[in-house]
């Protein structure tokens, strides 16, 4: 059965410091999303992105964030300049694209645990 | 703005006991709602959904009934199973949207 596949499952970096969390989406799937979770809170919706573009983000999704489709296969969260409440569980899942109005079952990744020290 | 509200675990049960999990929503309109488990070591998925008002969704033994006058989505399942330990989350999309609104979840813990 096809799944989405994020890397790493585990991320420390330093406060300040750059950090891209990768994602393979399924392959004929057309919607990306990032969501993300706080330990010990509820899973918080960042961004959706279709067609190379963001098409939904939350006031979360500030300018530090940055999502790329850099090939067919891969889609990036980047976060520029990570603070220390970053640290969370972040979530990829992807959708096959709307038919007639339908809107697809999200099928999400293991999570990556980034933790910023 | 939309919102999910599920009840605070951890809920544990001994196997063949009935399980409840509530749920309640706020959402303009006409949302979508959904159950999500996590098994350790996973990704969150599916489990079941309604995408109108008196809709059942059910999966694997598990129900939830769409309850627009309640605003209720509550997930139960007649027997539980020491596989069924899980954290379980319930969530909304709204009418117009693509994200998905989640509850907090809930950690049950099944012993034989």
């Known amino acids: 059965e096809p799944e989405v596949t994020q890397t790493p499952s585990h991320q420390v970096t330093q406060m300040g410091q750059e950090v891209i969390l990768r994602c393979v989406p399924i392959?004929?799937?057309?919607?990306f999303y990032w969501y993300r979770q706080i330990l010990g809170q509820k899973v918080e919706f960042l961004v959706s992105f279709y067609n190379n573009e963001i098409s939904e983000k939350s006031e979360i999704f500030d300018d530090q964030f940055s999502v790329e489709r850099p090939d067919g296969s891969n889609f990036t969260l980047k976060i520029r300049s990570t603070k220390l409440e970053d640290s969370a569980m972040y979530f990829c899942?992807?959708?096959?694209?709307?038919?007639?109005?339908?809107?697809?079952?999200?099928?999400f990744g293991p999570g990556t645990r980034l933790t910023v020290t | 703005g939309n919102s999910v509200t599920q009840m605070e675990g951890p809920v544990t049960l001994s196997e063949e006991a009935f399980l409840t999990i509530n749920c309640t929503y706020t959402a303009t309109g006409y949302p979508s709602l959904f159950w999500y488990v996590q098994y350790p070591g996973e990704g969150l998925q599916l489990l079941l959904k309604a995408t109108k008002a008196d809709d059942k969704g059910s999966n694997k033994g598990f129900e939830a009934t769409y309850r627009k006058e309640t605003t209720s989505f509550h997930l139960e399942k007649g027997s539980v199973q020491v596989s069924d330990s899980a954290v379980y989350f319930c969530a909304l999309r709204g009418e117009a949207g693509t994200a998905l609104i989640f509850g907090k979840g809930t950690t049950l813990s099944v012993s034989s």
């Open positions: 899942a992807s959708s096959e694209m709307r038919l007639a109005g339908v809107r697809r079952e999200q099928y």
């Open positions: 392959s004929n799937h057309l919607y």
